[in-house]
């Protein structure tokens, strides 16, 4: 189970913290934990990932510089810390869980409900 929270309103230039919360992995209890984002009428695409062990990270160039991803394995809990802001950051934003350090969506198997991310002054 993935549960995604931290969206609202912000203006451009603001900053977010989103958070995911995951449990009930079994059989890969620190998974990889990636960040999609899907805007009205685009498809989804990947903004951060990270690996069980937090060592490796990788950003989507329109994020980079921006956007750091995180994680707390006693926590089970990873966040995005969001700031710079600007109004093409506007979507719902995804947690997944997968076992592969990738910004593919087809790659992740369990995914939370989202979360509505909106910058606009």
């Known amino acids: 189970q993935l549960v995604e929270s931290g969206g609202g309103l912000v203006q451009p230039g603001g900053s977010l913290r989103l958070s995911c919360a995951f449990s009930g992995f079994t059989l890969h209890a620190d998974p990889v934990i990636g960040w999609f984002r899907q805007a009205p009428g685009k498809e989804r695409e990947g903004v951060s990932c990270?690996?069980?062990?937090?060592?490796?990270?990788v950003y989507a160039d329109s994020v980079k510089g921006r956007f750091t991803i995180s994680r707390d394995d006693a926590k089970n809990t990873v966040v995005l810390q969001m700031n710079s802001l600007n109004r093409e950051d506007t979507a719902i934003y995804y947690c997944?869980?997968?076992?592969?350090?990738?910004?593919?969506?087809?790659?992740?198997?369990?995914w939370g409900q989202g979360t509505s991310v909106t910058v606009s002054s």
């Open positions: 997944a869980a997968g076992i592969m350090s990738t910004m593919m969506a087809g790659d992740y198997d369990f």
């Open positions: 990270i690996s069980s062990s937090g060592s490796s990270v």
